[in-house]
């Protein structure tokens, strides 16, 4: 004789069942977690600058190891760029304005890569970026990712450092403190800079 199922029995799921359903739950919830993490890291090196050495940089920090000469103008303007550079490539339009306001204000701007000379050229000369003079990044100058904007006195000493993509109100600072650091000071008064009262 065979037995008859209840409406409560036909409605609840078995114990086998239920485990069964509860494995698949865990399942998914570890493939979403799993989904998550990759994209999480697939955005976060999308939009870090890529890496070039370890060092930081501090302001006031002397800049060393480079034939640089910095006291032939009040500010220089050092770009730390790479030709296989995403934020580089996408920086270009803001660094030709920071040239051209770099000229406007009688600073050098000298651009450091970690390709060879001649490909280094090429690259600038394809981007327009009309600098002083061009050099071979090297990781003694402490820059940790590029693409990275150095502001630097007259005495060689960090004013101001960037890395990465600027956003618009960053790119107004770069400005600002270009302006700032290359403006002759008053008739009379003395250089009163933070970097040259930490040097006295």
Not at 66 to 87: F, K
Request: with cysteine; charged share 20%; aromatic share 4%.
């Amino acid at each position: 004789m065979d037995r008859l199922e209840t409406g409560t029995e036909r409605g609840r799921p078995r114990a086998g069942e239920r485990a069964r359903r509860g494995l698949e739950v865990a399942a998914n919830l570890v493939i979403l977690g799993l989904g998550a993490a990759l994209l999480w890291l697939f955005v976060h090196r999308q939009t870090s600058p890529e890496r070039t050495g370890s060092a930081a940089l501090a302001p006031g920090q002397a800049l060393q190891g480079y034939d640089i000469a910095w006291g032939e103008s009040r500010a220089t303007v050092v770009l730390a760029l790479s030709s296989e550079c995403r934020y580089c490539a996408a920086s270009v339009p803001f660094y030709r304005k920071l040239v051209a306001s770099a000229r406007a204000h009688g600073a050098a701007v000298v651009a450091l890569l970690p390709q060879e000379p001649a490909r280094a050229r090429s690259y600038l000369h394809d981007a327009a970026l009309e600098v002083t003079a061009v050099g071979m990044l090297r990781s003694g100058l402490g820059v940790s990712g590029v693409p990275t904007l150095l502001l630097v006195n007259q005495r060689g000493r960090l004013d101001h450092a960037w890395t990465g993509k600027l956003e618009p109100e960053q790119e107004a600072q770069v400005l600002d403190s270009l302006a700032r650091l290359a403006a002759p000071p008053p008739r009379g008064a003395t250089d009163v800079s933070p970097q040259t009262r930490e040097e006295e």
